[in-house]
């Protein structure tokens, strides 16, 4: 959600409905307010709040740590102690700051022989990030046993379910996941609390315990939103909306301690909802779990959470503290596991089969932290961190309990993916209240096929990406057939009979059009690696194929040995980077229809760049072009639409009604970007004056309804801007026509909110328009309750257009969302050819 932080305490209230089968008579004080939630304009952010600027540090581009397997436990590392920081958010209410992590791991570490800390990677502001392992004491040949079983039970289940031995030798792990969200603190402390409890304890439960399990702990997976106070780290992302994309830093890092770690179980500590709600979920339920033993393990340790929590004592009347809430049981709808961008959702894709998340109860955050009383914040986040403890050691408990079902069914999620059994229906009643709503399966083919037929650094985006999340992927030696098409040599193949294969498909797959079984979601519905990540994927219901597996894509920048001009196509982030480079660089570049040219004499420079981001240069032929030099943004955009600007290589200042009300000087930029946090009709006229003044000169690019408002407001385009139903969203089919901005698009878009215009005047050329069928591919989008707002309204209709205003600015208007929190990577050139375009028709004879 992208709520600037005064506003945290307006989060989208949605009721959770009882469920038809509820047991619990208690209702909760108020409709629960789901931290999941999104806003109806996902992207209507005031970009006058400030996104933290965060410097940028070397440790971006570090790779998150992983596991070593060749030392035993404990091993007792001297973490660094950040220097002190007296506006830590967490102070307030008597937490641990980020600065005092760091000393109580290095005693615990010495209390004992179990607590072993690492530091396993760095904030995006830079920021330490914890990972503490608890377990009895291993030696380094016991570690490499234990990680020899791991190994085999991912890659060799069918022989590891017949191992009786192996439940016996290993050690479960479990997983727990702390203040993703940067102001719901007190998961850190509950965690802190339990180590050492663990750590020093002497009962026999304890030791018995640490003997058949690690405990991993990250002890703060948002350190940036923990000091600030605020939801997103230091990028402004949510980072428990980014585990399909992994964008961020500490996303990477917990990725990497689930396949490193293969916890069966895991728990995310979340705030604030009364009563604490534990999960699992309403439907829709993600479709590629083996969710028939997840509900079972996953509803068990529930129920088990809900007792701790309970059994604390705490109650309405002394406390305002309201029994404990399971959506699965509680409620019909609200509260799903469709979408795979959260923490839990995403982890059975590495082997976990009961994961949670765990909203404590009490509120501490928004209006709450800044009009509270210091002794009433503080009283709440005590509670708070006794519910999120007892979580904590209900799920131990749990681990412990039901340690060898829990093993076997980890193996049995990796069997099924390696004999590429197809999708299980979950038989009714395997729980109390399973019932049909709750069925959901999917449709495995035999493989998919990546080919670089619109791209090849696309097709190796992807590939890295799937690796990354430990998918396997091979590479064709020789072109071969498969469902009747011919795929040249050096294709790459996701043979989905892997142990992983849950997760290669909820990223490859088109996804489901899920409007006709579910009134409401609470976020994303669609996303699709396969369609909008820019690569030719095809599903293939055969599999034929000499191919070898892979650790990384392979090489693909090249430059024609042709003499003369050479063309780079911008189809492809990677082109974006390059053409970018090369602008910095000085070379006289021009723009022609969506391609730059590169004069013969620039040929060195185009081979360096072509090696530097794996990008294709082709012959140009005679073609010419405007001349284009760097273009420069002011972007009143939402944070990741900033992030992803920046990622692609522009130099962006971001602006707002407030930014240009106080004096802008718009000689230092060519586009204007406006989706968020601008009103043409809030400027004074002294801001309205100049801005004109650089519409003759500069060009303009909008997204969404600000933008829309903005292309009216400010007499640009003859286009009207209708809306879809506000928290529509998918993945859609679209036609693409135009060439500045449309051509060589891939054939599917991503709408959030979606838009389209109707219309047109004679300036205005349509780019790509919503298919006449569908068009939504996969996602959730239904008409408003008048009937208007559906997807057969949207059919046909321009999506994104472009055109020239009579003052001559160059305009493109995107009624798609492509740059929607860095996902959509295919999407991204859409974006960088109308910069490039408006850059070039319309600055470049001003700008010297
Ligand atoms: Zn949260």
Redesign the pocket.
């Known amino acids: 959600m992208r709520l600037p932080p005064a506003l945290l305490a307006a989060f989208l209230v949605v009721p959770l409905v009882p469920h038809a089968v509820s047991a619990d008579p208690v209702a909760p004080p108020a409709p629960a307010v789901r931290?999941f939630g999104n806003g109806p304009e996902r992207n209507e952010v005031a970009a006058d709040v400030p996104v933290r600027a965060e410097a940028r540090t070397a440790a971006q581009a570090e790779q998150p740590g992983t596991l070593s397997h060749d030392r035993g436990y404990p091993r007792r590392t001297r973490l660094p102690v950040p220097p002190e920081n007296p506006a830590d958010a967490s102070i307030k209410l008597g937490l641990v700051p980020h600065h005092g992590i760091a000393p109580r791991l290095n005693d615990l570490q010495q209390r004992g022989d179990r607590v072993s800390a690492q530091v396993i990677g760095r904030s995006y502001g830079g920021r330490d990030l914890y990972l503490v392992t608890v377990t009895a004491p291993e030696s380094a040949a016991e570690t490499r046993e234990q990680e020899r079983i791991r190994e085999r039970i991912e890659n060799d289940p069918a022989a590891a379910a017949r191992d009786r031995k192996l439940v016996k030798t290993y050690k479960a792990p479990l997983f727990v996941n702390a203040n993703?969200?940067g102001n719901?603190w007190e998961g850190t402390d509950a965690a802190l609390r339990v180590i050492e409890e663990l750590a020093t304890s002497t009962d026999p439960k304890v030791a018995d315990l640490l003997a058949r399990t690690r405990l991993y702990f990250n002890i703060t997976a948002n350190p940036d939103g923990r000091v600030n106070g605020v939801?997103q780290n230091g990028a402004g992302f949510d980072l428990?909306r980014d585990f399909v994309t992994a964008s961020q830093p500490e996303v990477r890092a917990m990725r990497q301690i689930m396949i490193d770690a293969q916890p069966v179980t895991v728990i995310d500590l979340?705030?604030y909802v009364n009563g604490t709600l534990i999960e699992p979920t309403t439907p829709p339920h993600g479709a590629n779990y083996e969710y028939d033993l997840f509900i079972q393990n996953a509803y068990a340790n529930g129920l088990g959470m809900e007792a701790a929590v309970n059994g604390l004592g705490y109650t309405v009347e002394k406390d305002g503290v309201y029994p404990a809430q399971i959506p699965f049981r509680d409620s019909a709808e609200g509260w799903d596991d469709w979408p795979p961008i959260f923490t839990p959702q995403y982890a059975p894709f590495h082997g976990a089969v009961a994961t949670h998340t765990v909203?404590i109860p009490l509120r501490v955050n928004g209006s709450d932290y800044t009009q509270q009383p210091v002794e009433e914040l503080r009283r709440r986040s005590a509670i708070n961190t006794d519910v999120a403890a007892a979580a904590i050691r209900a799920t131990y408990a749990f681990v412990r309990d039901r340690h060898d079902r829990l093993i076997a069914d980890q193996i049995e999620v990796f069997r099924r993916g390696a004999a590429g059994e197809p999708s299980k229906a979950v038989p009714l009643g395997i729980v109390p209240g399973f019932g049909p709503e709750d069925v959901y399966t999917t449709t495995f083919p035999r493989a998919y096929v990546i080919t670089g037929r619109r791209s090849q650094a696309a097709a190796a985006r992807l590939v890295d990406h799937l690796i990354a999340n430990d998918v396997r992927v091979e590479r064709a030696r020789h072109a071969f057939r498969a469902d009747g098409r011919t795929y040249p040599a050096g294709s790459y193949v996701v043979d989905m009979r892997q142990p992983k294969r849950g997760l290669a498909n909820v990223m490859l797959e088109a996804g489901a059009d899920i409007s006709p079984r579910v009134d409401a979601m609470y976020d994303i519905s669609g996303w699709s690696h396969g369609l909008l990540w820019g690569a030719g994927v095809d599903g293939v219901t055969s599999l034929r194929v000499q191919a070898d597996p892979v650790k990384a894509a392979a090489p693909t920048g090249s430059v024609p040995r042709t003499p003369g001009a050479l063309a780079l196509k911008v189809a492809d982030a990677k082109d974006v980077l390059a053409l970018n480079d090369l602008l910095a660089q000085g070379t006289a570049v021009t723009w022609a229809d969506g391609a730059a040219i590169v004069p013969a004499s620039a040929r060195p420079a185009a081979r360096a760049v072509a090696e530097r981001y794996g990008v294709a240069f082709t012959p140009a032929g005679p073609s010419s072009g405007t001349p284009l030099s760097q273009v420069r943004i002011a972007a009143a955009a939402s944070a990741d639409e900033l992030f992803t600007l920046r990622e692609l290589g522009f130099a962006v200042t971001p602006v707002s009604t407030a930014a240009l009300n106080a004096g802008y000087d718009w000689s230092g930029t060519d586009v204007l970007f406006v989706s968020s946090g601008l009103s043409y009709t809030a400027l004074n006229p002294a801001a309205r004056a100049a801005l004109d003044a650089f519409l003759t000169t500069g060009g303009v690019i909008t997204r969404g309804g600000t933008g829309a408002a903005f292309n009216a407001a400010a007499g640009l385009l003859t286009a009207t801007a209708v809306a879809g139903r506000g928290d529509a969203n998918g993945v859609v089919r679209v036609l693409s026509t135009g060439g500045q901005v449309g051509g060589g698009s891939p054939d599917h878009s991503f709408v959030y909110s979606p838009r389209w215009f109707t219309g047109l005047g004679p300036e205005v050329t349509v780019e790509q328009s919503y298919a006449a069928e569908g068009p939504l591919v996969s996602g959730h989008w239904r008409p408003d309750a008048d009937g208007t707002g559906g997807q057969d309204a949207a059919r046909g209709q321009a999506a994104v257009v472009s055109g020239r205003d009579e003052r001559g600015a160059a305009v493109v208007l995107f009624g798609t969302e492509p740059m929607f929190r860095n996902h959509p990577k295919g999407l991204f050139p859409q974006v960088a050819r109308a910069l490039y375009w408006a850059s070039s028709v319309t600055g470049a004879a001003v700008k010297g």
């Open positions: 931290d993703i969200h719901e939801r428990n979340h705030g909203e």
